[in-house]
């Protein structure tokens, strides 16, 4: 269980474990095709945290690592295939996908990359045509 301070998370095997600490930098949903191809799904619940926070504390040596660009490092458990999170180093961040992250709340601030949605999410939450203006974005939002 978590002491509400870090959370333990793995790959879909169980192969390589993690810890998160403290509190994540942002949490939400990226409809970005990306994301959408990379996870075969229809959005990505992202939790953004500071390299320093995140510890791999088991089975480092079976992680994947795949470039599609300079600014996304994507991470993945070799023997499972499992998806576990992706390093931004340009924005000196990672995501840890929300869904290998059991314990933590998560709490949505907001929808980037909405202009590419295949499913509209009518929740309320702010979105956003693409991202912020301090991530190179437009900081657009638009009409859910
Ligand atoms: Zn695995
Ligand atoms: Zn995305």
Redesign the pocket.
């Known amino acids: 269980m978590s002491d509400g301070k870090s959370h333990a998370g793995s ?6 474990q993690f810890t998160v600490g403290g509190e994540p930098a942002a949490m939400g949903y990226c409809h970005c095709a990306s994301c959408r191809h990379w996870s075969a799904g229809p959005v990505n619940a992202f939790t953004l945290w500071k390299p320093d926070v995140v510890k791999v504390t088991r ?1 480092a040596e ?1 992680i994947g690592t795949y470039n599609k660009s300079s600014g996304s490092s994507r991470k993945w ?1 070799k ?4 998806h576990i999170f992706t390093d931004h180093p340009g924005m000196g961040l990672i995501d840890v996908y929300a869904a290998v992250l059991p314990s933590l709340a998560f709490k949505p601030g907001v929808h980037v990359h909405y202009q590419e949605s295949v499913l509209p999410i009518r929740d309320g939450v702010p979105k956003l045509k693409d991202v912020p203006k301090e991530m190179g974005g437009s900081g657009a939002s638009m009409p859910e």
């Open positions: 790959c879909f095997c169980g192969a390589v089975g079976h458990c023997l499972c295939g499992g």
